[in-house]
């Protein structure tokens, strides 16, 4: 059971800059803890993107950045490029279930 | 460089026990907390639990019932145990790492036990 609402899917044509909403609430993003981001290549798994809110690891190119406001976080991809076709999640702590929780998870496809 | 790797039984009938192992090479157990999250096919992510080096647990409420997570730090492994399976439980099971407690993130995944449940 995802609590973190993202939608299914987004486009865009090479070049062009994607977002990716992450949608929870006062348990979880509200209450100020941590978002992280996760890329997810078909048939592999998934592997850290951004990492407390906006931060990237060693290898993860700038044109993926990341912000977080209020109960709400969001990816953007910069400059579009075909291998960034995968399934990207968010994923944060949620006090309630006192445990993590993903996002529902967003296909991004390079058209 | 760290590296996890997951061992599972493939198949399983229902009501039987699932039981994984993570294995972690190029680094300690210690010191860290260890994850376990399952993806069934074609689906979303789904944290199961975590393990702390120390044995001390924490699980997802909708799981905790059927769920026994454990630590070997002399074989340095982690596994999952999980009572009672239905077709719903058949997913991939990773194990992934994180350094803290609260609101940690994971750094590094295993490349996932795909575990199957029919009859």
């Known amino acids: 059971q995802s609590v973190l609402t993202q939608p299914p899917s987004v486009s865009g044509a090479p070049g062009q800059r994607v977002t990716i909403s992450c949608t929870g609430s006062s348990s979880n993003i509200g209450t100020g803890y941590d978002v992280h981001w996760y890329q997810q290549i078909p048939g592999t798994a998934p592997k850290v993107l951004i990492y407390?809110?906006?931060n990237r690891p060693s290898g993860v190119p700038d044109r993926f950045s990341a912000s977080k406001s209020g109960t709400s976080a969001s990816l953007a991809i910069t400059g579009l490029q075909a291998e960034d076709e995968a399934d990207y999640y968010c994923?944060?702590?949620?006090?309630?279930?006192?445990?993590?929780?993903f996002g529902t998870g967003t296909k991004v496809t390079v058209l | 460089q760290v590296q996890l790797q997951e061992s599972g039984p493939g198949l399983l009938k229902p009501s039987e026990t699932l039981s994984v192992t993570c294995t972690v090479s190029g680094g300690s157990i210690s010191g860290y907390y260890w994850s376990w999250i399952r993806q069934p096919p074609g689906k979303g992510l789904e944290w199961i639990g975590y393990?702390?080096?120390?044995?001390?647990?924490n699980y997802n409420p909708s799981l905790k019932s059927r769920v026994t997570l454990s630590v070997d730090t002399s074989k340095n492994q982690a596994s999952l145990k999980l009572y009672s399976v239905t077709s719903a439980d058949t997913a991939f099971y990773y194990c992934?790492?994180?350094?803290?407690?609260?609101?940690?993130?994971?750094?590094?995944w295993g490349q996932g036990s795909l575990v199957t449940v029919s009859s």
């Open positions: 393990i702390y080096y120390s044995g001390s647990t």
């Open positions: 407390v809110n906006n």
């Open positions: 994923q944060s702590y949620d006090s309630r279930l006192s445990g993590y929780v």
């Open positions: 992934a790492r994180s350094g803290i407690a609260v609101a940690g993130f994971f750094d590094y």
